[in-house]
């Protein structure tokens, strides 16, 4: 497909060109990658016709060589945290370190049958498997006040069903009916989703003029038909709801149980501890605080914590340590959810997560909270203003683990958030969330993370600035952008309806 934009200065013709080819497109007939040797077993029965190719198969006809540059050229088109800051607000997307994917390669963990824990001769062989299960379990509830956990959720949302299905387990072993979930509407986006699954209806409550909970709103809400509150701390707006003992202590007063969704859980690290804070459940991700790949769809893992009122509805099967010091599955829980998922988790996630809180250890956990807020605090207070408020009240002079800051005001001179994050691809940078939370207009959600330093917070900042010099002195350079991938900017809305569409 020919270019519909001018070729980026820095970049070759030819480079533009082959960066957009396909690999049928290279293909040369009669070119050969390998050749396979001839079967080794003789054939005893000639296939039925009907199974037969009456044509060709239309693969390509390329050389070894060609296969390696075109995936390898197709690598270098890709962001990733391995080759570019990824700034996106809400995900949490930081640098993997390498050690956590050698310790899931280890042979004793990948050899290992998923049913071998199952099988009563079988157990003995996978001790070191439930060992580190059952040590998971125990981490995570040191690191959030919790006193049991389940590592069986297999994402975020799938932990946040999960608590919603625990709480609504509780209220039914008490023989009553409640129909409400409250949620705010700075909380993490999927939590209304997973209460309307679990059966709920939904409660929103506004935020005040702090970005927190309105508390007037709350007290007005909640009564006896109230199951939870489901509150995402730091919410969205990247701030702590300060509120939060107050809260839980209204909530427990007509027994609703207070929900903690721990997306933002790398922002208190050590700090403070959401068991300790009043909540009753949480799950966490572990594919974020605890640093395992993420994002394209997985993998994942999202354990939830209760406290001691709500084990005896967890999922089954829980890993028992028996009297002599070995580990077993036990079954026995008549008042249990259920099983939630295969087995017992994203196995290989548990163990990068597990290995990596190991190797920080107390004082590097904390260490983490500290970075990823400074770093967050360090963005705002370069780009606060250039860009408008995050809320109608004004721009906060505070954050935690992100911050969110608003294109609207470049709204006069036709620009958006959506060019802003074009504009920043030709920087070299991923684009940070845009357009949530919902409460915020034009909304730019970054979040720097823990493991990024100085120097690429300051080239990020200063792409940010000259965008937003850009978008007052000349728009149409944010508008063309951007101009440094194969692939020009697209009219997205004919994009998802039109697979065939022309580029801008």
């Not at 939904?202 to 007290?219: E, Q, W």
């Amino acid at each position: 497909m020919e270019l519909t934009r001018p070729t980026p200065s820095g970049i070759h013709p030819e480079q533009a060109r082959r960066a957009e080819e396909l690999i049928f497109e290279i293909s040369r007939a009669g070119r050969r990658c390998t050749h396979l040797p001839g079967p080794d077993v003789p054939q005893t029965k000639k296939p039925d016709a009907k199974f037969l190719r009456d044509c060709p198969c239309e693969l390509p006809e390329v050389s070894e060589l060609d296969v390696v540059r075109h995936f390898t050229n197709l690598s270098r088109l890709n962001f990733s945290v391995d080759t570019n800051f990824y700034p996106l607000g809400s995900c949490t997307m930081k640098y993997n370190p390498k050690f956590t994917e050698d310790a899931s390669r280890l042979e004793g963990f990948t050899h290992l049958h998923p049913i071998l824990p199952q099988l009563a001769e079988g157990a003995q062989a996978a001790q070191g498997a439930l060992e580190l299960l059952y040590e998971t379990e125990r981490l995570l509830c040191e690191i959030t006040g919790m006193d049991h956990f389940t590592l069986q959720p297999s994402a975020g949302a799938h932990g946040e069903l999960t608590g919603v299905m625990l709480i609504a387990a509780y209220h039914r072993a008490k023989n009553r009916k409640r129909k409400y979930v409250i949620v705010p509407d700075s909380a993490h986006g999927t939590n209304p989703a997973s209460a309307a699954i679990a059966g709920y209806e939904i409660i929103n409550i506004p935020s005040d003029a702090n970005g927190t909970m309105d508390m007037a709103r709350l007290k007005e809400k909640l009564n006896e038909d109230v199951a939870a509150i489901m509150m995402t701390c730091p919410n969205t707006l990247g701030l702590f709801e300060n509120k939060i003992d107050e809260i839980a202590a209204l909530a427990h007063k007509v027994d609703a149980l207070m929900y903690y969704d721990g997306a933002n859980l790398n922002a208190i690290l050590g700090y403070c501890r959401p068991g300790d804070l009043g909540f009753d459940v949480i799950h966490l991700n572990l594919h974020k605080t605890f640093s395992t790949p993420h994002g394209g769809g997985g993998p994942g893992s999202g354990p939830v914590g209760v406290k001691e009122k709500l084990k005896k509805f967890l999922p089954v099967s829980r890993i028992a340590r028996n009297t002599d010091g070995t580990f077993a599955l036990d079954y026995a829980l008549p008042e249990s959810i259920g099983y939630l998922a295969p087995f017992y988790g994203n196995f290989l996630v548990i163990v990068k997560a597990y290995a990596y809180i190991l190797y920080l250890g107390r004082e590097g956990l904390i260490r983490t909270a500290e970075h990823a807020v400074l770093n967050a605090n360090y963005i705002l207070a370069a780009l606060k203003d250039y860009y408008g408020a995050a809320c109608a009240q004004g721009c906060f002079e505070r954050c935690m683990h992100e911050c969110v800051l608003s294109a609207a005001a470049l709204a006069a001179h036709g620009v958006h958030a959506l060019d802003i994050a074009k504009y920043l691809i030709d920087g070299g940078f991923h684009p940070p969330t845009i357009y949530f939370p919902l409460i915020v207009k034009e909304a730019l959600m970054i979040e720097p993370t823990e493991t990024e330093s100085k120097e690429t917070l300051d080239r990020f900042i200063d792409v940010m600035v000259r965008a937003a010099k850009l978008a007052r002195e000349n728009p149409q350079a944010l508008k063309t952008a951007p101009l440094t991938t194969p692939v020009a900017r697209l009219d997205e809305t004919k994009a998802a309806r039109d697979m065939n569409c022309a580029f801008l």
